[in-house]
């Protein structure tokens, strides 16, 4: 009886966190109503409170919780994974509301008063893992560096997504992020694996099966 | 007398721009009042709607007029004067209410209802003309792309600049942007002069007199 309850629980705060993500995506943190988010949800106001405290809380949970459903390519880890895992983020961009309300969230937070980088730490960890992967398996180049390599890659795809979302609401982020690894490569893998590295989405679970 | 009235107007403008600038700055566009722009500036609120129409006329001048005043470092055009104006702006992103002001409010304009690349495309332009001139006097690479470089520069600053904001108040800019070209640098300029660009800011114009 009471892991029913714990499972309803969880189910009704994953709904909560997807409506709220959605309407965060769609109207920004000032433009989403809360009652919005309730209705959308179709749960009562007690059960925001009682998962999230109030309506920064819910968006705290969703800008950190951004990339936590994700199921990112597979593969060996490394730079090619690597590659593989941001395009996919630039296409999960362009469908994906629950990412995409917390991406919004996490550039816009300075309006509703946060300053807060634990989402953009996150996606530091998952690049950190790749590259050290890389680095321990020689395919990073001499003087690249891992910290750097991952603070640019979150610092540029950050900004990277927000101009391709003004100028043509993200459909040529996927070319975007083509390009970032084009410019990039040559200063980031070694001689070795430079030619090897395939800048393309990663094949599919069928292609590569 | 004509003149002189189109002078104080312009005063008055300029007065405005600078102050709501700073509070835009400090408080994100929601938590700018009107009542706190107008008693910053010293003028009213007849002056205020006779220049910008409202609120958000006034943001969108502070956004698309963020760089105007700015002192670009000079020196001849090309890829060195490129990287010279781009540590300028990170310096300048320290300490500079108008710019840092028209920032905030081009990466956060989604929050008040804004979809507006106008400020981008100012940047994109700055830096295609450097571009364009490096590329005439063989300082590009082969393969790189003006509008590529140009586009890649203004997404991966704009990220980079929101980053370093939300890590250390902008502390850490000028050394991420150096940074930045490290990275970039092998993939975008010509073999003759990769070894010659320095990254690092301008001499001063004491210096380089």
Excluded: C, N
């Amino acid at each position: 009886m009471a892991q029913l309850k714990q499972e309803r629980a969880e189910q009704t705060r994953r709904t909560l966190l997807l409506a709220a993500a959605e309407v965060f995506d769609e109207s920004g943190y000032a433009g989403a109503s809360i009652t919005r988010i309730l209705k959308r949800a179709g749960v009562t106001a007690g059960a925001l409170y009682f998962h999230f405290g109030s309506k920064e809380g819910l968006a705290k949970a969703v800008m950190v919780e951004q990339g936590e459903h994700l199921e990112l390519p597979g593969g060996p880890d490394g730079l090619q994974r690597l590659v593989y895992i941001t395009l996919y983020l630039a296409r999960q961009l362009q469908v994906d509301p629950v990412l995409r309300g917390g991406v919004r969230l996490a550039v816009e937070q300075g309006e509703f008063g946060l300053q807060d980088d634990e989402a953009y730490q996150g996606w530091i960890q998952v690049f950190d893992e790749q590259l050290l992967a890389a680095r321990s398996h020689g395919e990073l180049a001499h003087d690249a560096l891992v910290d750097e390599v991952s603070w640019l890659l979150v610092g540029s795809f950050t900004g990277m997504q927000l101009f391709s979302q003004i100028t043509t609401h993200r459909a040529d982020l996927p070319a975007r992020i083509r390009m970032l690894w084009r410019y990039l490569l040559p200063s980031v893998a070694s001689p070795q694996i430079k030619r090897s590295i395939v800048i393309d989405d990663a094949p599919s679970a069928e292609q590569s099966a």
